[in-house]
């Protein structure tokens, strides 16, 4: 750097070219209006920024690490600035990290390369977005023959509302259920029918569909858009002669890239409906797989932080990738099964084993309602079985599936449960 001036006319030249990058300060408005404190203008500060260990693509002769910016956040609040700063993707969108800042390479919070240090709460979790500052770190390192701009804190005010940016989206809360594509098309009558009765609709992605998937799936997509419902993203191993149910041993950097890749697919879908992917979910034998093993936990994790850290992972109660989720500041959300058999560790009983499935209509209703009520349902052998979970599960290649979501619905209704959005 050789000089800070306060006007920069006299350094202008036609052949320059200019661009504006957006500010994390403008999601502060909508951070302030869903409650969540803001602690450094609280204390009257800059707020702090880092550079991090995280190196950017590069772009061209451009490169250089990524730059931060740091808001510690009360946990009852920190699924409030996720959801919040998701909904402003021009200025930053979601978090690129929460929780322990050494995962950035950030050595001490407490001494920020720009801007100033913030005291947090004790028990605050420190939140990382992205910095437009980033750009100046890539000069630094790329050393350009000459570059304008803006001191770190003295942004350009622009006459643009900060609610311009906000990304528009018509969501209503109500319960999930799990929906799997056959081979070949389904008519879209299936869609409407079936959105017709849930309101939470969950679409299977990428590694397993036919030939003709993806505009299968656009149609379903464009189905729940129509009818309110949330779309979730089920992602699974690569396998579609096996339906995503055979275990298979992925290295974790493919299948970080694989999980981030479905989902991305799956929301391009949904926001061309209007819509946007609300949650992930694994499928098959990657659900299982990633009940206890961490290092496959820790890619899917790695993959739907890569693709939005904002949405919530559904899985198994006490599960490896539910625990990893929560580390990783991720919404994680408990899930229980009404058409499928427990063993006496709480787990699923593997598919080809007699029982594991379960397609009486009534059981199915009778086992959604104790699930719902008391936390506990019958496991294979008869033993009564603890299933906390926030979100109940009914698949959608079940018999009868959308009669049975019909029944089950009105029985918890009737039953006095409160049936209501985990996203």
Known sequence: MTDEPTDVRAYWRDDLVS??????????????????????????????????????????RLHGPMVVSMRPVPPEHLATAIRETALLPAVHGSPVHCGDPSGLGIADLG????????????DDIPVFWACGVTPQAAVMASRPPFAITHAPGQMFVTDARDEQYRRRLTRRDDDRSERR?????????????????????????GMRLPRRGPGHHAAGVRAGGRARVRVGAQVSY???????????????????????????????FARAAGTRVSYVKPH???????????????????????????????????????????KAG???????????????????????SDGAVITDPEAVVERSLSLARTGAVDALSGARIEVQ?????????????????RRVRARLLESGVQVEAFA
């Open 19 to 60: 661009f504006l990058i957006g500010c994390s300060f403008t999601f502060e408005w909508s951070l302030s209006e869903a409650g969540v404190p803001i602690r450094h203008i609280e204390q009257g500060r800059n707020v702090p920024m880092y550079v991090t260990g995280r190196p950017c693509r590069p772009a061209g």
């Open 111 to 122: 001494r920020p390369d720009f801007g100033d240090p913030v005291e947090a709460a004790p």
């Open 181 to 205: 594509p056959r081979r070949g098309l389904r008519p879209l009558a299936s869609h409407r029918r079936r959105t017709a009765v849930v309101r939470r609709h969950q679409r299977q992605r």
């Open 238 to 268: 690569r396998d579609l002669a096996g339906f995503g149910r055979r275990a298979m041993d992925v290295p974790s950097a493919e299948l970080a890239a694989e999980v981030a890749y479905q989902i991305g697919a799956l929301e391009v």
């Open 284 to 326: 098959g034998a990657l659900y299982n797989r990633v009940v206890r093993d961490p290092e496959q936990a820790a890619a899917v994790i790695e993959g739907v932080l890569l693709a939005d850290a904002s949405l919530p992972v559904l899985g198994l109660p006490g599960s490896v990738v539910l625990d990893l989720a929560t």
């Open 330 to 352: 991720l919404p994680a959300v408990t899930e229980a099964f009404a058409d499928r058999a427990y063993t006496d560790e709480g787990t699923l009983v593997p598919r080809g």
């Open 389 to 405: 979970a926030r979100s109940l599960c009914l698949h959608g290649d079940t018999p009868g599936a959308v009669d049975l979501a």
